[in-house]
């Protein structure tokens, strides 16, 4: 398979990634580069010709990924999730047509958030039988990472029966725009902005009962998750390393530490152990994490998908943490002139901060308590 993230291909997307934030100059080029690389076709199936790699190898790639750029590891988290629908809820034309088209190097986007509901499962975005057979699509959905550089939009929409289907939409189907209005703080170059759709006609062989996945065991979730998981100890890694090389080659020593560098500090020298240990048990339970979704998928039972969801949750809990805090003692240990805005090293914690806002932690341990105490499984959503 590709290294993408790793080696040159993954220094050379490090070497841009501080000027891209900062300019806010979107990523364009390295997407193409991602998709001549093959990278967004390696969990196709063996039997449609492609790579169908362990989840154990995707989340290696997401972390390495993040950490040389973690607005651009965002970009095709979505894109991989909805892969898993036509993997899951697929016929078997649907998979051979959408499965040549990532062979050849088309992006999925994403249009599932939205905006101004009572909660994040509340969708509104609605698909209207034709009386051809074919649908309408209207809605408008916001966080749309991806979309605007997608080839093809997977929409998440109710039909009249109120069930969930995933609407695959050409990115230049008449009725759909995607707008560049994302104004976050940190990730400032996924470019999540809104996608409108207004009577956008979607044939049915482009439509996929979503709702089935969640009728049975599954991993959608944890698939999803342990994505997320993978850029948030990316980000966490990056930091550290940032913050190392800052201390060792701009930082001065505090003048009570008796020392010539400020890498010999014995007080930095203990919180950069601290640090590691954080970013080490991040790196340490994702391969855990991606290892028992690779058992479960193997023998997928409610006990199976239920050790992956609980396994995910925790990587996804310690690599949030580990994310915001090392980014954020970056400039604890790097001192007063890490603070300067042209240095850009805020972008680790800001793009920290926004990405772990995605879907609260808080919840993911109640679900390990419950699990751990009672064996209660955890619930079949896609956040989990």
Not at 19 to 46: N, Y
Not at 119 to 142: C, F, M, N, S
Not at 224 to 230: R, V
Not at 291 to 312: C, G, I, K, P
Request: aromatic content about 6%; glycine content about 8%.
């Amino acid at each position: 398979m590709p290294a993408v993230g790793a080696g040159a291909g993954g220094e050379e997307f490090r070497a841009g990634a501080c000027a891209r934030d900062a300019e806010r100059r979107l990523p364009r080029a390295e997407l193409d580069r991602l998709s001549a690389s093959g990278l967004l076709a390696v969990t196709v199936p063996a039997e449609h010709g492609g790579a169908d790699v362990s989840a154990e190898t995707l989340a290696e790639v997401f972390r390495l990924l993040a950490a040389a750029d973690a607005s651009l590891a965002q970009i095709p988290q979505s894109h991989f999730a909805y892969v898993n629908v036509i993997r899951r809820q697929g016929t078997g034309e649907q998979q051979k047509f959408f499965f040549a088209e990532l062979l050849s190097g088309a992006r999925l986007g994403n249009a599932q958030s939205e905006a101004g509901t009572k909660h994040v499962q509340d969708i509104r975005t609605r698909l209207e039988r034709r009386p051809d057979g074919a649908y309408d699509l209207t809605g408008v959905k916001h966080y749309s990472t991806g979309a605007l550089f997608a080839h093809w939009i997977p929409v998440l929409a109710r039909t009249a029966d109120e069930t969930l289907h995933v609407a695959y939409v050409p990115r230049d189907a008449p009725g759909l725009a995607v707008v560049d209005d994302w104004d976050g703080l940190g990730q400032r170059t996924t470019a999540s902005g809104t996608v409108r759709l207004e009577g956008v006609r979607v044939p049915a062989d482009r439509v996929l009962p979503h709702h089935l996945t969640f009728e049975g065991p599954q991993l959608h979730g944890a698939v999803a998750q342990l994505l997320h998981a993978a850029i948030d100890a990316g980000i966490a890694g990056a930091a550290l390393t940032e913050a190392a090389r800052f201390v060792r080659t701009e930082s001065r020593p505090w003048f009570e530490s008796g020392v010539d560098s400020a890498a010999e500090d014995p007080l930095l020298i203990q919180r950069f152990g601290e640090l590691s240990l954080q970013v080490r048990a991040a790196k340490a339970l994702l391969g855990d994490a991606a290892r028992a979704v690779d058992t479960a998928r193997a023998d997928l039972s409610d006990d199976t998908a239920a050790e992956a969801s609980v396994a995910v949750a925790a990587a996804k809990v310690l690599a949030a943490q580990a994310a915001v805090e090392v980014s954020a003692a970056l400039f604890e240990v790097a001192g007063t002139r890490s603070a300067a805005d042209s240095l850009n090293l805020h972008r680790f914690w800001r793009d920290a901060r926004t990405h772990t806002l995605h879907d609260p932690v808080r919840w993911k341990i109640q679900h390990i308590g419950r699990y751990v105490l009672n064996r209660t499984r955890p619930p079949r959503h896609g956040l989990l």
